[in-house]
T-cell receptor, first 113, second 112 residues
Framework: SQTIHQWPATLVQPVGSPLSLECTVE??????LYWYRQAAGRGLQLLFY??????ISSEVPQNLSASRPQDRQFILSSKKLLLSDSGFYLC????????????FGPGTRLTVL | KNQVEQSPQSLIILEGKNCTLQ??????????LRWYKQDTGRGPVSLTI?????NTKSNGRYTATLDADTKQSSLHITASQLSDSASYIC???????????FGRGTSLIVHP
């Protein structure tokens, strides 16, 4: 069966510090991968998605970046965090060509102070 | 512009009661509609998925309906339990797009 992992679960970082969140998927090949952010009391905002290794599409301009160094690994990064980067970050995967139900990871709670 | 609107924004009910959540969308062309349940501090979990030809789908005490003509969907929860307290998110996918459109969710609180 397929599983998706995210780490860390929680993170507190000072403004201006770098960020690296990792997401890995097991039990499937060539998944579509997604990074979302959910601010308190808000809906899910799509940040990046990837349909293959090295292929990244960005949905919103920001100081975040994403990379997919391996088929089932998706990394969200920032060189310098802003206060506004605080939120709940979710990684998700879907099967290419299917009904694209997205399966979400457990999330990372990021607080920037 | 593709949009998904959910109502009510929040809902409080007593344990054992039924409730219905609404979702209206303007996504075109329509591919499928999904309802997710998101517990606080957790990732969303898929409850149901419906394509254009389906007008009802059940998952235990959860029943989703779809009217593709009026572009409306509802999620009915029967005999609510305390564990139903969560945010319920309506998500609509457009044909040929990798990017679904998410509603903001309905926050449901079930009181004993």
């Amino acid at each position: 069966s397929q599983t998706i992992h995210q780490w860390p679960a929680t993170l507190v970082q000072p403004v201006g510090s770098p960020l690296s969140l990792e997401c890995t998927v097991e039990g499937t090949s060539n998944p579509n991968l997604y990074w979302y952010r959910q601010a308190a009391g808000r809906g899910l905002q799509l940040l990046f998605y990837s349909v293959g290794i090295g292929q990244i599409s960005s949905e919103v301009p920001q100081n975040l970046s994403a990379s997919r160094p391996q088929d089932r690994q998706f990394i969200l990064s920032s060189k310098k965090l802003l206060l506004s980067d605080s939120g709940f970050y979710l990684c998700a995967w879907s099967v290419p060509g299917g009904l694209d139900t997205q399966y979400f990871g457990p999330g990372t709670r990021l607080t920037v102070l | 512009k593709n949009q998904v609107e959910q109502s009510p924004q929040s809902l409080i009910i007593l344990e054992g009661k039924n409730c219905t959540l609404q979702c209206n969308y303007t996504v075109s062309p329509f591919s499928n509609l999904r309802w997710y349940k998101q517990d606080t501090g957790r990732g969303p979990v898929s409850l149901t998925i419906m394509t254009f030809s389906e007008n009802t789908k059940s998952n235990g005490r959860y029943t989703a309906t779809l009217d593709a003509d009026t572009k409306q969907s509802s999620l009915h929860i029967t005999a609510s339990q305390l564990s139903d307290s969560a945010s319920y998110i309506c998500v609509v996918s457009s044909g040929g797009s990798y990017i679904p459109t998410f509603g903001r969710g309905t926050s449901l609180i079930v009181h004993p």
